[in-house]
């Protein structure tokens, strides 16, 4: 289950990991368009970690990958993923923290995941959603291949405010053209 690329590893979370998490879920700035609040305190860190290390990335529901960089064997984000119960679909998610966005960590990561999921695990198809104001998440999928599918208006109620989703899709048939 372990995912390398030239610089990450992507791993099952620790224990060890829950100070992290909290420190960098915890920046307002990461948990703008999240579905948590900042402060992550340490508690629900370690009850998330907990939860990670107990999934399963091959059966449905989700998984969190843990990114860390080869270099320092720092943690700096995680990539979620969603399983669904027909084992053909999933939805996948990320979150970088501040210290590392704008370094392509991110595409790395997500790409790393990717590929897992469409060649190892025979996917079918992998969607991601985000809100319509991130434009950084909304960037990074198009980079990656991903058809923006819809933009739902007023979608979602979070953090007090309707706010409109974009949907993105990716088929196999497209991460997989050139081969």
């Given at each position: 289950?372990?995912?390398?690329?030239?610089?990450?590893?992507?791993?099952?979370?620790?224990?060890?990991?829950?100070?992290?998490?909290?420190?960098?879920?915890?920046?307002p700035?990461?948990?703008?368009?999240?579905?948590?609040?900042a402060?992550?305190?340490?508690?629900?860190?370690?009850?998330?970690?907990?939860?990670?290390?107990?999934?399963?990335?091959?059966?449905?529901?989700?998984?969190?990958?843990?990114?860390?960089?080869?270099?320092?064997?720092?943690?700096?984000?995680d990539?979620?993923v969603?399983?669904?119960?027909?084992l053909?679909?999933?939805?996948?998610g990320?979150?970088?923290?501040?210290?590392?966005?704008?370094?392509?960590?991110a595409?790395?990561?997500?790409?790393?995941?990717?590929?897992?999921l469409?060649?190892l695990q025979?996917?079918?198809?992998?969607?991601?959603?985000?809100?319509?104001?991130?434009?950084?998440?909304?960037?990074l999928?198009?980079?990656?291949?991903?058809?923006?599918?819809?933009?739902?208006?007023?979608?979602?109620?979070?953090?007090?405010?309707?706010?409109?989703?974009?949907i993105?899709?990716?088929?196999?048939?497209?991460?997989?053209?050139?081969?």
């Amino acid at each position: 289950m372990l995912i390398t690329t030239d610089r990450l590893l992507l791993r099952r979370f620790r224990a060890a990991d829950a100070p992290v998490l909290a420190e960098y879920r915890s920046d307002p700035d990461v948990a703008r368009y999240q579905s948590w609040d900042a402060p992550f305190p340490l508690l629900r860190a370690e009850t998330a970690v907990a939860n990670f290390m107990a999934s399963d990335p091959d059966k449905p529901g989700w998984f969190q990958y843990a990114i860390e960089r080869i270099a320092d064997k720092a943690l700096i984000g995680d990539v979620a993923v969603h399983l669904h119960d027909n084992l053909q679909q999933a939805e996948i998610g990320f979150t970088l923290a501040t210290a590392h966005q704008k370094q392509g960590y991110a595409a790395e990561a997500v790409r790393g995941v990717l590929d897992r999921l469409f060649r190892l695990q025979g996917l079918h198809k992998v969607a991601g959603e985000c809100d319509a104001r991130n434009l950084p998440s909304a960037a990074l999928m198009r980079r990656l291949g991903f058809t923006q599918e819809g933009h739902l208006r007023e979608q979602t109620f979070i953090k007090g405010e309707w706010t409109d989703d974009l949907i993105f899709g990716l088929l196999a048939t497209e991460w997989l053209k050139d081969e």
